[in-house]
T-cell receptor, first 110, second 118 residues
Framework: QKEVEQDPGPLSVPEGAIVSLNCTYSNSAFQYFMWYRQYSRKGPELLMYTYSSGNKEDGRFTAQVDKSSKYISLFIRDSQPSDSATYLC??????????FGAGTQVVVTP | DGGITQSPKYLFRKEGQNVTLSCEQNLNHDAMYWYRQDPGQGLRLIYYSQIVNDFQKGDIAEGYSVSREKKESFPLTVTSAQKNPTAFYLC?????????????????FGPGTRLTVL
């Protein structure tokens, strides 16, 4: 069983809809949680960084962490075609060694 | 411009050959990492280095080697011992030296090198 599980999609939504992404994990020692966006054939870019449980908002993006359920989420409001990409969750117990989910492909249709 | 560069963007290798992938950063980051990405498997850590002249194996180090002679550079060699080297290779860096300062372990990625074995 993988330490981090993420539905690979694809997830197709119409422009303007809310995109909801999530990851589950098995190791309760994870305490740092990240979401990366990766366009096709490019390197991932960091979207959100959160520590422990709670919510964090940045523009159209909201990240949620529920450590009791071992579940993290990313919401994208007012989705745009430019949001079409693969979204990777990542988490770590301590410095440096990130565990990544497989990534969810998102397609926002005009 | 500050950032991470990887070269080449595309690389083709014949079976039995060693190849070296370049990674350079001008962000003054202490830590550097190499990941491999395969479809449906996310990113897997090959090697990482917290400081010059020191590096550690990641989860899938077999068939790979690295060096860290300069802070800015962390080249990865894919050896002929790597059974299935065709993949997308990503280099990353972060500020943190392992001092546990929250947020400084955030990793920033280069554009990647796509390696294909013919």
């Amino acid at each position: 069983q993988k330490e981090v599980e993420q539905d690979p999609g694809p997830l197709s939504v119409p422009e303007g809809a809310i995109v909801s992404l999530n990851c589950t994990y098995s190791n309760s020692a994870f305490q740092y949680f990240m979401w990366y966006r990766q366009y096709s054939r490019k390197g991932p870019e960091l979207l959100m960084y959160t520590y422990s449980s709670g919510n964090k908002e940045d523009g159209r993006f909201t990240a949620q962490v529920d450590k009791s359920s071992k579940y993290i989420s990313l919401f994208i409001r007012d989705s745009q075609p430019s949001d079409s990409a693969t979204y990777l969750c990542a988490m770590s117990k301590s410095w440096g060694k990130l565990q990544f989910g497989a990534g969810t492909q998102v397609v926002v249709t005009p | 411009d500050g950032g991470i560069t990887q070269s080449p963007k595309y690389l083709f290798r014949k079976e039995g050959q060693n190849v070296t992938l370049s990674c350079e950063q001008n962000l003054n980051h202490d830590a550097m990492y190499w990941y491999r990405q395969d479809p449906g498997q996310g990113l897997r850590l090959i090697y990482y280095s917290q400081i010059v002249n020191d590096f550690q194996k990641g989860d899938i180090a077999e068939g790979y080697s690295v060096s860290r002679e300069k802070k800015e550079s962390f080249p990865l060699t894919v050896t002929s011992a790597q059974k299935n080297p065709t993949a997308f290779y990503l280099c990353a860096s972060s500020i943190d030296k392992g001092q546990g300062v929250r947020g400084t372990d955030t990793q920033y990625f280069g554009p990647g090198t796509r390696l294909t074995v013919l």
